[in-house]
């Protein structure tokens, strides 16, 4: 199977996702400012999300450049992946509208961490399908932000009940860490190509 299928199901599902969390956002009834300062929580909660269903959008939009085939196993990594990236709504949505208290953020966290260990699935299934010499394996290299982000994940989840907002704010710290697209893919290609 190509991976054009593969791609569209990902871009289809996180097109829901990200729809499915802005149509929880409530519109307050007014026109005054002063009604968007209790919506604060509730829309740090959605940028933040927002961000990392974008990050991994893009992630994995650029694994898949370094993919030649699609095996069964990425299939159901995918889906894997999907699975985790699908409950960030429902997190986020109880994350917000409790002010970020221990539980839901440290919930959050897990859900976070639960979606890196699958997308490090996928990308290991991508790999292994792709053979020794995969374009994938090269680009990934040590790949240190793929390592520290699941401890941070831990420690976020763990810090939550000291202090939600120092967990929260390693989810941030995570989410900047991703930002800028991985170049090393793009990269690699470049060179292959050439």
Wanted: some cysteine; overall charge positive; hydrophobic content about 55%.
């Amino acid at each position: 199977m190509g991976k054009t299928r593969l791609e569209a199901f990902f871009d289809g599902v996180v097109a829901i996702i990200i729809t499915i969390m802005v149509l929880e956002l409530k519109v307050p009834h007014g026109d005054s400012i002063e009604l968007l300062y209790p919506l604060a929580p509730v829309i740090l909660s959605y940028i933040l999300s927002f961000i990392y269903l974008g990050i991994y959008w893009n992630n994995h939009h650029h694994m898949l450049h370094a993919c030649q085939k699609v095996t069964g196993s990425m299939l159901w990594a995918n889906l894997h992946l999907l699975f985790w990236l699908s409950l960030i709504p429902f997190t986020t949505g109880w994350m917000g509208e409790n002010h970020f208290a221990p539980l839901p953020a440290a919930v959050y966290g897990l859900v976070l961490l639960m979606a890196a260990i699958a997308y490090f699935i996928l990308q290991q299934r991508i790999i292994a399908s792709q053979g020794e010499g995969s374009i994938l394996k090269k680009a990934v290299g040590g790949d240190w932000k793929g390592k520290l982000s699941p401890v941070l994940y831990l420690a976020g989840i763990a810090l939550a009940f000291v202090s939600q907002w120092i967990a929260v704010a390693i989810y941030v710290i995570v989410a900047l860490m991703w930002l800028l697209p991985d170049r090393r893919i793009e990269r690699v290609l470049a060179r292959t190509n050439s």
